[in-house]
């Protein structure tokens, strides 16, 4: 198990170099003692306790969790397609696909693209079949589909 962070995008000026260190180190290394946080950061555990604090109740880290092995390996074909929608029709094809089983995640968004679909399957004919599916959507103009062939956890700047 790799557990990981969820951290939001900074709205506030209110991060230091040491806070943006800090989630990095998180973003690393999730299950990190407040001890190995102190001294990698070459500061006392209570700042490390208080920072972690603050950063929670400032809502900039938003959650833990924990990443499995099943969810990395149940589905290892993983990509985003990106849909073009004709008409105010989102929010009805939105519910369709999250319907779908290899759906992970829907996105709205601005630009070119009308949704951003998260996807993940155990072959890459499923995935396949899956986007036939997804393009057959009465509403669907348009998509471009992008295979992820390796990821890393982002690290704060």
Excluded: Y
């Excluded at 000026?13 to 290394?29: G, K």
């Amino acid at each position: 198990m790799v557990p990981t962070m969820t951290v939001l995008k900074s709205r506030s000026t209110n991060m230091d170099n040491t806070d943006q260190r800090l989630i990095a180190e998180l973003r690393r290394d999730g299950r990190a003692s407040v001890m190995a946080l102190a001294e990698c950061l070459g500061v006392s555990r209570a700042t490390v306790r208080a920072r972690l604090a603050r950063l929670q109740q400032q809502g900039e880290i938003v959650g833990f969790t924990a990443i499995t092995r099943g969810d990395v390996a149940d589905a290892p074909v993983r990509g985003l397609m990106l849909i073009g929608i004709e008409g105010r029709g989102a929010e009805r094809i939105m519910a369709r696909l999250s319907g779908l089983a290899q759906v992970t995640a829907v996105h709205s968004t601005n630009g070119r693209w009308d949704l951003i679909v998260e996807l993940s399957a155990q072959s890459l004919a499923e995935l396949d079949k899956v986007l036939s599916r997804i393009r057959a959507l009465d509403g669907v103009t348009s998509s471009e589909t992008n295979l992820l062939l390796s990821s890393r956890r982002a690290r704060s700047r």
